[in-house]
């Protein structure tokens, strides 16, 4: 039986390739939803319904809003995703703030993922170790010029553990936007190529 697609709301980005950012319930924009924050949903006969609500999001942040339809056979109503009611029009104009510590945090972390995912990017283009090495001295120095030190060892370590892991889900759940040049698809790639660099240098 073909899976019933949802409609959902969406920030035009033509960035965003495969990883899609919809409205939560929590008024944030995020990859997937989850029993805290499910995404909102409208099924296919509320298109109406989901473009009007389109509108007014669009109305109220001053970005542009669009209507997407999609499908996961792992969605549950009530669990990663929520059918949009009357409830839920404040998650259309915007979303509450976090708290300044926490807000600070996430920006924080979501800065360090992404100045990380760059120097895991120009690791990946080295042709040959004296390229490498290259990459390795130029991101050595930016870090310590942003962050007070690191190496592209320790860039490779902290992408690959707890704190990298957390704050990638922090981005995808819509907790803290990417503010720099790499989209959320690029910067998940990146993520892939330093597990596999550490899965590769861990059986060697």
């Known amino acids: 039986m073909p899976l019933d697609p949802y409609l959902l709301l969406s920030l035009a980005d033509p960035r965003s390739g495969s990883h899609v950012r919809c409205l939560n319930a929590a008024g944030r924009w995020a990859i997937h939803g989850s029993a805290h924050s499910p995404l909102l949903v409208w099924h296919s006969t509320q298109a109406d319904d989901a473009r009007a609500a389109a509108e007014r999001s669009s109305k109220a942040r001053g970005r542009a809003v669009e209507v997407v339809s999609r499908g996961d056979s792992s969605w549950v109503e009530g669990q ?71 190496s592209i060892t320790s860039v490779f370590a902290w992408l690959t553990g707890r704190a990298g892991n957390e704050a990638l889900a922090s981005v995808l759940a819509g907790e803290v936007e990417l503010t720099g040049p790499l989209s959320i698809q690029q910067v998940v790639e990146a993520v892939e190529l330093a597990k596999k660099a550490e899965f590769l240098r861990e059986e060697s």
């Open 80 to 150: 990663q995703i929520q059918v949009f009611t009357d409830a839920f029009e404040a998650a259309l104009h915007g979303h509450a703030a976090h708290s300044e510590a926490k807000a600070r945090r996430l920006r924080t972390e979501a800065d360090k993922l992404e100045a990380f995912c760059v120097v895991v990017r120009a690791a990946s283009t080295a042709a040959d170790h004296a390229a490498f090495a290259e990459v390795s001295r130029a991101a050595s120095k930016a870090l310590r010029a942003k962050f007070g030190g690191g």
